[in-house]
């Protein structure tokens, strides 16, 4: 059972996007994310934990909540009261002051979070890898060095997009031969390409699968995640994880490992039945359009990393992170206690 209630957010990517597939003319014209509210609601889990108390999670619309849709329907899962929201600012509050115990977020935000608030929050488990993809239109590029003398659309300047691809063309020797025109928002880089500004753009889950959606004469050229796997193997392209608060680790170490191995099974499920999951995705209101979200769900990576798999993970991501911009993970490298094992 779940009650809901929302608080209204103007959310301007997904009004962008709608306008610019519609400036183009496109059959289809679908927002790739539901609208923007903050949504709390109880969700019951099994009948043996319905005594305990629930445990307080929060995630963003998008790949980093996909999982979640096939958790809260595991009867065998802790009971949760889940905060769903479009934008990490509705979460974070929550972590720092207690009353979320657990949330799934981005990776960079997880290692700042941990960084000021002393060790405050620690991370899990990586639950999401790469969702970024480079959409063509054309037949040009086929691998990495291929994007030599090009120039692509993209969205995140100064953060972590361009990190990650200028650490990707530094790794394949390409810094100065490809031109990225960084837009303020995933929807502008959309606009770009359906007003024929450009062919190429790097875009992520959900705004990938819903652009080729409505226009069929654009494709997938290169995965990023795989680009990645390739470059640099030592480490991996990590978009999101999922983090508890130290003081919930520590005091409910059964708890958080039964809803660690129920979010494992939930991943298990939502990659191999992608078309079952989506039905639930959208009826939680992580994306809007169960075919677009059963598109996406294979581009989103979506894992449960623990252990040393996770460390290694992460770690190589975040270094790569600090490297170019300290900032973004903490100003601090290494990071001591980022782990709730640690």
Request: proline share 6%; net charge negative.
């Amino acid at each position: 059972m779940r009650s809901v209630r929302s608080a209204k957010r103007a959310w301007l990517p997904l009004a962008l996007l709608a306008l610019a597939l519609l400036a183009a003319g496109c059959a289809k014209t679908v927002d790739p994310l539901p609208g923007g509210v903050t949504v709390s609601g109880s969700v019951s889990g099994s009948a043996s934990a319905a005594s305990s108390s629930p445990i307080n999670m929060g995630a963003l619309k998008g790949p980093t909540g996909m999982a979640l849709a096939a958790l809260i329907d595991d009867p065998s899962a802790p009971p949760l009261e889940l905060t769903l929201a479009a934008s990490p600012d509705a979460i974070t509050p929550g972590l720092i002051d207690g009353s979320l115990d657990m949330a799934l977020i981005p990776a960079n935000l997880a290692a700042l979070l941990h960084t000021k608030t002393a060790g405050g929050v620690q991370v899990a488990a990586v639950a999401v890898l790469g969702t970024l993809s480079i959409v063509e239109r054309g037949d040009s590029i086929h691998q990495f060095t291929d994007l030599a003398g090009h120039s692509l659309a993209s969205t995140g300047l100064g953060t972590t997009p361009q990190y990650v691809m200028d650490f990707l063309l530094g790794k394949a020797g390409l810094t100065d031969q490809v031109t990225i025109d960084y837009r303020s928002e995933a929807a502008e880089a959309v606009a770009a390409m359906t007003a024929g500004q450009t062919d190429l753009a790097i875009l992520p889950e959900p705004y990938t699968s819903a652009l080729l959606a409505a226009d069929d004469t654009l494709r997938i050229a290169l995965d990023l995640t795989d680009v990645w796997d390739q470059l640099a193997p030592e480490s991996q392209l990590v978009s999101a994880v999922l983090v508890a608060t130290s003081d919930f680790a520590e005091q409910h170490p059964d708890e958080l490992a039964a809803v660690v191995e129920a979010y494992r099974s939930a991943v298990e499920f939502t990659n191999q039945q992608p078309d079952q999951a989506a039905i639930g995705i959208v009826d939680l209101g992580v994306v809007a359009d169960p075919a677009i979200a059963a598109a996406a769900i294979p581009r989103s990576h979506i894992v449960a990393l623990t252990g040393q798999e996770m460390r290694t993970a992460l770690d190589g991501y975040l270094s790569v992170l600090h490297q170019a911009n300290p900032a973004s993970v903490g100003d601090v490298w290494p990071i001591t206690g980022l782990y709730v094992a640690d």
